[in-house]
């Protein structure tokens, strides 16, 4: 079927490709990228999968854009950015951001993550790649990893009951304008059906109606039938009235036709 990741370009060695629903990285799949990674990788893959970042802002984070509002939550400022600057909040990244800090003993203008170039982190997910699939090849075998799928699955989820249009376009750094985010709101036929539907119990379907049997003559009638059509055996006392009202009626519903 048509998914709205169909309509999702991405770049993959300089060709463009339109990603499917299992190319994209789910919660499982993140931890088993974790768990061949080092304490750096991790915080790297972390911050870019839940704070849905481009690879050149995350790799632009210096310790002072780091601030920790609570235990648990943390806020990273993104100052350098291809469109707009914003404020990101993390919270399961916060372990690991605290980790890394607390392990490595950084000056606040400088870089987290130090690399040469951008290449070097698509090398490291090539291979922790060839390492899953080894590991688990029904489920990598012929998948892809890169830096800019990790924001294109964190914004698919995001997307998906979590945030409306205009909170993922200010989360993505969009501008108001873009229509970026139109393609993360696309829905399908089977999108709606089953968005309409969720939860609905079938009513069960109602037993036909018996005819109505004439206790004079014995034959059917249909259930709406005030009276026996063959020999006009008015059924009941409430269906007397009925007919005496609509005698009543009647003749002035005609002369208002006329």
């Given at each position: ?46 911050i870019l999968y839940e ?166 003559c014995n034959t059917e ?38």
């Open positions: 079927r048509n998914d709205l990741l169909d309509l999702l370009p991405s770049k993959i060695n300089g060709k463009t490709k339109k990603l499917s629903k299992i190319d994209l990285i789910t919660k499982k799949d993140l931890e088993q990228i974790l768990k061949y990674s080092n304490l750096q990788y991790r915080t790297l893959f972390m704070g849905a970042l481009r690879i050149d802002e995350a790799l632009n984070i210096r310790k002072k854009d780091i601030k920790f509002k609570s235990a648990i939550i943390t806020i990273i400022k993104i100052s350098e950015s291809k469109t707009y600057g914003r404020d990101v909040p993390v919270v399961e990244s916060t372990p690991y951001i605290k980790e890394y800090l607390r392990t490595n003993d950084f000056e606040p203008k400088i870089k987290l993550f130090d690399f040469k170039n951008n290449a070097t982190v698509n090398n490291y997910l090539i291979f922790i790649l060839k390492k899953l699939v080894k590991k688990h090849p029904k489920q990598w075998k012929g998948r892809k990893l890169y830096p800019h799928l990790f924001r294109h699955s964190r914004l698919t989820e995001l997307a998906r009951g979590k945030l409306n249009e205009a909170q993922i376009r200010k989360f993505a750094g969009w501008s108001a304008d873009s229509t970026m985010a139109k393609i993360y709101f696309h829905l399908d036929d089977e999108d709606i059906i089953n968005i309409l539907t969720d939860n609905v119990v079938e009513a069960p379907k109602p037993e036909p109606k018996k005819p109505k049997m004439c206790g004079i009638n249909n259930q709406v039938n005030l009276f026996c059509w063959k020999c006009g055996n008015v059924f009941s006392d409430e269906d007397k009235e009925q007919l005496a009202v609509e005698a009543i009626i009647q003749p002035y519903e005609v002369k208002e036709l006329r």
